[in-house]
């Protein structure tokens, strides 16, 4: 019974410790240090780009990155020499090698020094080739994609305007329309559904074409009244990762008053707006950071 009790004392200190350092929220029944939850220190702070704390934004933004991908592994000057490490990884290479150059020997030698060299050439060539055109395509794949068109709200014309992709910034707001593919991760600020909701279609992401329902956030500024200008909050949320389902902060909105985030009010990258007419959301996560680039990097 003293060793029960001794098992049950420790995971609850291991708990407590976790909750410190990030999102755990403990079940019900353990105790916690804080009603609330923590808030890790390697949190990611989302300001809007045309709003009041501007100073603060250009401090903050400088540490994000854009929105542009590049999913390509080579470039000019690094081609060969990567290519070749790479190649020189598979045992079958690094055997034709070693026979080719334990032919160079003049005791082995049993052909020609260079008739030797020439299979082993020849692979090399053609796998070069191979993943040369595969890189090509790659990097024709990332230019149309980063050169995508998506309204943008301006803050010196105080409307939306088109910009591509690869210029959209973390702060932004982003305003689509239905069957419009999300440019980055987006949290959902206003939709034009009376009851504040938005579809989206994931296929893109897990093949799945049922839709999926995203939530406004709970006392934002919903309503045919919205608009940027107005949106003084802060958001606090965790840094990028790949769990395409866990989305964890909050935000802001006025002096103490701060309102939950989680997945539902996320728009996904590369998801697609389903039968609704309208929606506007701020970028929290852009390019490589967001959930969907980070899954594909993670599962290559």
């Given at each position: 019974?003293?060793?029960?009790?001794?098992?049950?004392?420790?995971?609850?200190?291991l708990?407590?410790?976790?909750?410190?350092?990030?999102w755990?929220?403990?079940?019900?029944g353990?105790?916690?240090?804080s009603?609330p939850?923590?808030?890790?220190?390697?949190?990611r702070?989302?300001?809007?780009?045309h709003?009041?704390?501007?100073?603060?934004?250009?401090?903050?933004?400088?540490?994000?990155?854009?929105?542009?991908?590049?999913?390509?592994?080579y470039?000019?000057l690094?081609?060969?020499?990567?290519?070749l490490?790479?190649?020189?990884?598979?045992?079958?290479?690094l055997?034709?090698?070693?026979?080719?150059?334990?032919?160079?020997?003049?005791?082995?030698?049993?052909f020609?020094?260079?008739?030797?060299?020439?299979?082993l050439?020849?692979?090399?060539?053609?796998?070069?080739?191979?993943?040369?055109?595969?890189?090509?395509?790659?990097?024709?794949f990332?230019?149309?994609?980063?050169?995508?068109?998506?309204?943008?709200?301006?803050?010196?014309?105080?409307?939306?305007?088109?910009?591509?992709?690869?210029?959209?910034?973390?702060?932004?707001?982003?305003?689509?329309?239905c069957?419009?593919?999300?440019p980055?991760?987006?949290?959902?600020?206003?939709?034009?559904?009376?009851?504040?909701v938005?579809?989206?279609?994931?296929?893109?992401?897990?093949?799945?074409?049922?839709?999926?329902?995203?939530?406004?956030?709970?006392g934002?500024?919903?309503?045919?009244?919205?608009?940027?200008?107005?949106?003084?909050?802060?958001?606090?949320?965790?840094n990028?990762?790949?769990?395409?389902?866990?989305?964890?902060?909050?935000?802001?909105?006025?002096?103490?008053?701060?309102?939950?985030?989680?997945?539902?009010?996320?728009?996904?990258?590369?998801?697609?707006?389903?039968?609704?007419?309208?929606?506007v959301?701020?970028?929290?996560?852009?390019?490589?950071?967001?959930?969907?680039?980070?899954?594909?990097?993670?599962?290559?």
């Open positions: 019974m003293e060793r029960f009790q001794w098992v049950r004392h420790r995971c609850r200190q708990l407590a410790i976790d909750s410190e350092r990030g755990y929220s403990p079940p019900d353990l105790p916690s240090k009603s939850q923590k808030v890790s220190a390697r949190r702070t989302v300001l809007a780009r709003g009041p704390h501007q100073e603060e934004y250009e401090a903050v933004s400088k540490k994000y990155k854009g929105n542009s991908i590049c999913t390509t592994k470039s000019l690094t081609f060969i020499p990567m290519n490490f790479q190649q020189f990884h598979r045992a079958a290479n055997y034709f090698l070693f026979l080719a150059l334990l032919n160079w020997v003049p005791i082995v030698e049993a020609e020094k260079e008739i030797t060299m020439i299979p050439l020849v692979v090399l060539t053609v796998i070069g080739i191979k993943d040369a055109l595969e890189d090509y395509r790659r990097y024709l990332d230019k149309k994609v980063n050169n995508n068109l998506v309204r943008v709200f301006c803050g010196k014309q105080k409307s939306y305007i088109d910009r591509c992709w690869k210029d959209v910034r973390v702060g932004d707001f982003v305003r689509l329309s069957n419009e593919i999300i980055a991760d987006l949290l959902l600020l206003y939709s034009s559904d009376p009851r504040g938005c579809y989206i279609e994931t296929a893109n992401l897990d093949g799945e074409t049922n839709l999926k329902l995203r939530q406004v956030v709970s934002s500024l919903q309503g045919a009244d919205f608009t940027p200008e107005s949106f003084h909050s802060r958001i606090e949320c965790e990028p990762n790949n769990d395409l389902s866990r989305f964890k902060g909050y935000i802001e909105q006025s002096g103490e008053v701060r309102v939950g985030l989680n997945s539902s009010n996320l728009l996904l990258r590369s998801c697609t707006i389903r039968n609704t007419e309208t929606v959301g701020i970028v929290v996560y852009a390019g490589e950071t967001t959930r969907s680039v980070k899954t594909n990097f993670a599962e290559q």
